[in-house]
Protein backbone atom coordinates (compact mmCIF):
# COMPACT_ATOMS: atom_id res chain seq x y z
CA UNK A 1 0.00 0.00 0.00
CA UNK A 2 1.31 3.85 -0.69
CA UNK A 3 1.70 6.25 1.57
CA UNK A 4 0.17 9.80 1.10
CA UNK A 5 3.67 10.94 0.29
CA UNK A 6 4.34 8.24 -1.97
CA UNK A 7 0.93 8.95 -3.59
CA UNK A 8 1.76 12.90 -3.60
CA UNK A 9 4.83 12.40 -5.17
CA UNK A 10 3.48 9.90 -7.72
CA UNK A 11 0.51 12.72 -8.85
CA UNK A 12 3.58 15.50 -8.54
CA UNK A 13 5.85 13.91 -10.62
CA UNK A 14 2.68 13.24 -13.22
CA UNK A 15 1.34 16.46 -13.42
CA UNK A 16 5.06 17.86 -13.77
CA UNK A 17 4.88 15.50 -17.43
CA UNK A 18 1.51 17.22 -18.09
CA UNK A 19 2.99 20.69 -17.89
CA UNK A 20 5.40 19.75 -20.04
CA UNK A 21 2.90 18.50 -22.62
CA UNK A 22 0.93 21.61 -21.94
CA UNK A 23 3.72 23.76 -22.29
CA UNK A 24 4.99 22.24 -25.80
CA UNK A 25 1.44 22.54 -27.32
CA UNK A 26 1.15 26.08 -26.16
CA UNK A 27 4.28 27.50 -27.52
CA UNK A 28 4.73 28.83 -23.73
CA UNK A 29 8.48 27.83 -23.93
CA UNK A 30 9.20 29.87 -20.32
CA UNK A 31 6.76 27.92 -18.63
CA UNK A 32 9.28 25.01 -19.15
CA UNK A 33 11.39 27.11 -16.66
CA UNK A 34 9.06 25.31 -14.04
CA UNK A 35 9.45 21.51 -14.98
CA UNK A 36 12.93 21.66 -15.88
CA UNK A 37 16.57 21.84 -13.80
CA UNK A 38 18.26 24.49 -15.20
CA UNK A 39 21.69 22.66 -15.86
CA UNK A 40 18.90 19.89 -17.02
CA UNK A 41 20.50 17.22 -19.78
CA UNK A 42 17.81 17.05 -22.87
CA UNK A 43 18.22 14.44 -25.61
CA UNK A 44 15.77 15.08 -28.61
CA UNK A 45 18.10 13.05 -31.28
CA UNK A 46 16.07 9.45 -31.22
CA UNK A 47 13.18 11.87 -32.91
CA UNK A 48 15.25 14.26 -35.02
CA UNK A 49 16.07 17.27 -32.29
CA UNK A 50 19.42 18.49 -30.85
CA UNK A 51 20.89 17.02 -27.76
CA UNK A 52 22.66 19.68 -24.63
CA UNK A 53 21.26 21.58 -21.79
CA UNK A 54 18.47 22.82 -21.45
CA UNK A 55 18.63 26.94 -22.24
CA UNK A 56 20.38 25.17 -25.37
CA UNK A 57 17.59 23.36 -25.82
CA UNK A 58 14.82 25.43 -25.23
CA UNK A 59 15.73 28.25 -28.14
CA UNK A 60 15.76 25.64 -30.12
CA UNK A 61 12.75 24.87 -29.71
CA UNK A 62 10.61 27.78 -30.72
CA UNK A 63 12.72 27.48 -34.19
CA UNK A 64 12.06 23.83 -34.50
CA UNK A 65 8.64 23.82 -33.49
CA UNK A 66 7.43 26.58 -35.87
CA UNK A 67 6.97 24.81 -39.19
CA UNK A 68 4.02 22.79 -37.49
CA UNK A 69 0.77 24.29 -37.58
CA UNK A 70 -0.30 22.25 -35.07
CA UNK A 71 0.50 19.13 -32.74
CA UNK A 72 -0.48 17.59 -29.48
CA UNK A 73 1.63 15.73 -27.29
CA UNK A 74 -0.36 12.98 -25.07
CA UNK A 75 1.26 11.46 -22.08
CA UNK A 76 0.61 8.01 -20.16
CA UNK A 77 1.51 5.19 -18.49
CA UNK A 78 3.26 6.95 -16.40
CA UNK A 79 5.81 4.47 -14.80
CA UNK A 80 7.80 6.12 -11.87
CA UNK A 81 10.44 4.75 -9.39
CA UNK A 82 10.96 7.05 -6.38
CA UNK A 83 14.09 6.76 -4.52
CA UNK A 84 13.65 10.11 -1.41
CA UNK A 85 14.34 13.43 -3.39
CA UNK A 86 15.13 11.71 -6.72
CA UNK A 87 13.23 9.66 -9.15
CA UNK A 88 12.88 8.04 -12.61
CA UNK A 89 10.65 8.17 -14.84
CA UNK A 90 9.01 6.14 -18.49
CA UNK A 91 6.24 7.67 -19.72
CA UNK A 92 4.47 7.05 -23.12
CA UNK A 93 3.93 10.15 -25.29
CA UNK A 94 1.52 9.72 -28.87
CA UNK A 95 2.36 12.98 -30.90
CA UNK A 96 0.29 13.77 -33.69
CA UNK A 97 1.54 16.78 -35.76
CA UNK A 98 0.86 18.19 -38.91
CA UNK A 99 3.25 18.72 -41.47
CA UNK A 100 2.73 21.18 -44.73
CA UNK A 101 2.98 20.03 -47.74
CA UNK A 102 6.35 21.16 -50.07
CA UNK A 103 5.16 24.06 -52.22
CA UNK A 104 1.84 25.18 -50.21
CA UNK A 105 -0.49 22.38 -51.28
CA UNK A 106 -1.48 21.49 -47.98
CA UNK A 107 -0.86 19.10 -45.28
CA UNK A 108 -1.07 16.10 -43.43
CA UNK A 109 -0.86 14.80 -40.02
CA UNK A 110 2.09 12.69 -39.12
CA UNK A 111 1.83 10.74 -36.15
CA UNK A 112 5.17 9.69 -33.68
CA UNK A 113 5.27 7.58 -30.83
CA UNK A 114 7.88 7.94 -28.33
CA UNK A 115 9.19 7.34 -24.99
CA UNK A 116 10.44 9.93 -22.19
CA UNK A 117 12.87 8.50 -20.06
CA UNK A 118 13.28 11.05 -17.22
CA UNK A 119 15.64 11.57 -13.78
CA UNK A 120 13.62 13.84 -12.04
CA UNK A 121 14.98 15.99 -9.03
CA UNK A 122 12.95 17.33 -5.91
CA UNK A 123 13.82 20.86 -5.93
CA UNK A 124 12.31 23.25 -2.77
CA UNK A 125 10.07 24.51 -5.59
CA UNK A 126 8.74 20.85 -6.43
CA UNK A 127 9.86 18.16 -9.07
CA UNK A 128 11.74 19.17 -11.68
CA UNK A 129 13.15 17.06 -14.77
CA UNK A 130 16.64 16.85 -14.09
CA UNK A 131 17.21 14.59 -17.54
CA UNK A 132 15.06 13.88 -20.51
CA UNK A 133 16.00 11.16 -23.14
CA UNK A 134 13.62 10.17 -26.02
CA UNK A 135 13.39 6.76 -26.91
CA UNK A 136 11.88 6.19 -30.74
CA UNK A 137 8.72 3.84 -30.91
CA UNK A 138 7.27 4.54 -34.66
CA UNK A 139 6.50 6.70 -36.84
CA UNK A 140 3.44 6.84 -39.45
CA UNK A 141 2.59 9.25 -42.17
CA UNK A 142 6.34 10.91 -42.01
CA UNK A 143 7.08 12.84 -44.81
CA UNK A 144 10.25 12.03 -47.39
CA UNK A 145 11.66 14.56 -46.66
CA UNK A 146 11.65 14.72 -42.99
CA UNK A 147 12.54 10.73 -43.40
CA UNK A 148 16.12 11.71 -44.94
CA UNK A 149 16.72 14.31 -42.47
CA UNK A 150 16.23 12.17 -39.82
CA UNK A 151 18.61 9.36 -41.80
CA UNK A 152 21.31 12.16 -42.43
CA UNK A 153 21.42 12.71 -38.35
CA UNK A 154 21.80 9.31 -37.27
CA UNK A 155 18.25 9.16 -35.72
CA UNK A 156 16.39 7.07 -37.85
CA UNK A 157 15.96 3.24 -36.66
Not at 4 to 11: F, P
Request: include cysteine; glycine fraction near 8%.
Amino acid sequence: MLTLEQISDRLELQQLVVDYANAIDARAWDRLDAVFMPDAYIDYRAMGGIDGRYPQVKAWLAQALAPFPAYMHFVGNFAFEIEGSAARGRVACFNPMEVPRPGGGGSDVMLLGLWYVDRYARTAHGWRIAERIEERCYDHNMPEWMRQMLAQSGASQ
